[in-house]
């Protein structure tokens, strides 16, 4: 990103419309916190920005938030530590940025209960992609018109909205989460293994990554998610989406 005029003061920047939605920048790098903050305004969100764990929880006491985009390697509580511990009370949706490229870096933020995971140096569109992306799933409405639905005892899943729900209460699907259900619900019935799975998903997850995902959605969607009865295991296949 273009660090030029980065020393501009954030609070003199003229404020988005009072809809827009608002994300929470975590970065102890004064630059970086403070070109992402200036270019997610320019693209018409409303932003506050976090230097620390610390700080991002003292600015949740106080406001709502629409995401957090956070850096992972931050001194003393780390980003990946700050989510484990956000999942246990809220639900805010998480972007994770990091600089570490190994596959058990992304499956560690994952299962922390990021929504996504975004590897630094990433191009600005990239950004604005991944925000939107998570935002549009996190707000989505139901339709006036009716639509397909995929019915797993008291879980109800809509593809077109990426939307969960038990009886009539939304369940917050992370990206990985909803991109793995939609891939199921487009194939139900069909065995599919974790090779055909990451195929699926941009080729982009591992083996690991993959259980991961299937084990969080089988909380989401299965009475007992020790003995599923929807998302199933074939042993030596794959996994395989057997809806009512």
């Given at each position: ?40 305004r320019d ?94 799933r996190t ?64 080729g982009g ?40």
């Amino acid at each position: 990103m273009n660090d030029e005029s980065a020393a501009t003061d954030d609070a003199h920047r003229e404020a988005p419309p009072s809809e827009a939605e608002h994300i929470l920048v975590v970065d102890d790098d004064d630059r970086i916190r403070t070109l992402l903050g200036r270019y997610l305004r320019d693209n018409g969100y409303h932003v506050s920005t976090a230097s620390s764990a610390a700080e991002a929880r003292a600015r949740l006491d106080g406001m709502t938030f629409d995401l957090i985009v956070l850096d992972v390697m931050m001194p003393g509580e780390s980003g990946v530590e700050f989510t484990r511990g956000l999942r246990r009370s809220d639900a805010v949706p998480v972007l994770l940025l990091t600089a570490m490229t190994e596959p058990e870096d992304r499956i560690a933020g994952l299962e922390s209960g990021a929504d996504d995971y975004l590897t630094k140096p990433f191009e600005p569109r990239e950004l604005l992609l991944r925000v939107a992306t998570i935002l549009r799933r996190t707000a989505a409405t139901p339709p006036a018109t009716p639509e397909t639905c995929v019915v797993m005892g008291e879980a109800r899943y809509f593809p077109a909205r990426d939307q969960l729900l038990r009886g009539d209460e939304p369940v917050r699907l992370t990206t990985a989460e909803a991109d793995l259900l939609r891939v199921f619900a487009a194939n139900p019935g069909e065995t599919m293994s974790r090779h055909a799975l990451s195929g699926r998903l941009g080729g982009g997850a591992s083996r690991r990554a993959i259980d991961v995902q299937v084990a969080r959605l089988r909380r989401k969607i299965e009475p007992d998610p020790q003995n599923p009865r929807y998302l199933q295991t074939v042993w030596g296949r794959g996994y395989v989406l057997r809806a009512d």
